[in-house]
């Protein structure tokens, strides 16, 4: 026979485990941030005209270096810009996205990336 006192352990346990198991899940969250590539003013070097894979190379290397854990990165280059601007600063037409777990959204921020 279950007593009143072993009713409450139990409810009390299951709940404890329940928020246990959300605040867990909470902190493996990925977010998506993206940077539009410039020319060569990007902080990681390079130049706008690198292969994805050395962009992304150099992109996650940078942001290790932050003591950000990168999950995923991409590269797309697809968009319409109208490059015309030549100085280091302008904008090349690619789209830099990155992925990271959500307890490195405001390092991401400081370091000037937007979220997605």
Same mark, same amino acid.
């Given at each position: @026979?279950?007593? %009143? @006192?072993?009713?409450?352990?139990? #409810?009390? =346990? ?5 928020? #246990? #198991? ?20 990007? %902080? ?15 992109? $996650? ?10 999950? /995923? ?6 968009? &319409?810009?109208?490059?015309?601007? #030549?100085?280091?600063?302008? =904008? +090349?037409?690619? $789209? ?10 405001? /390092? @991401? =921020?400081?370091?000037?990336? &937007?979220? +997605?």
């Amino acid at each position: @026979m279950k007593t %009143p @006192m072993n009713r409450f352990a139990i #409810l009390t =346990l299951s709940l404890g485990l329940f928020l #246990l #198991l959300v605040s867990c899940s909470k902190e493996d969250n990925t977010l998506s941030f993206y940077w539009e590539q410039t020319l060569c003013a990007d %902080p990681w070097g390079g130049n706008g005209s690198s292969p994805s894979l050395e962009t992304e190379a150099a992109v $996650r290397n940078f942001l290790e270096d932050q003591n950000i854990e990168v999950e /995923d990165i991409s590269v797309d280059d697809s968009s &319409k810009l109208d490059v015309t601007c #030549l100085a280091c600063t302008c =904008l +090349n037409g690619v $789209r830099i996205i990155v992925q990271v777990k959500s307890q490195y959204s405001e /390092d @991401m =921020l400081a370091l000037k990336f &937007k979220a +997605n």
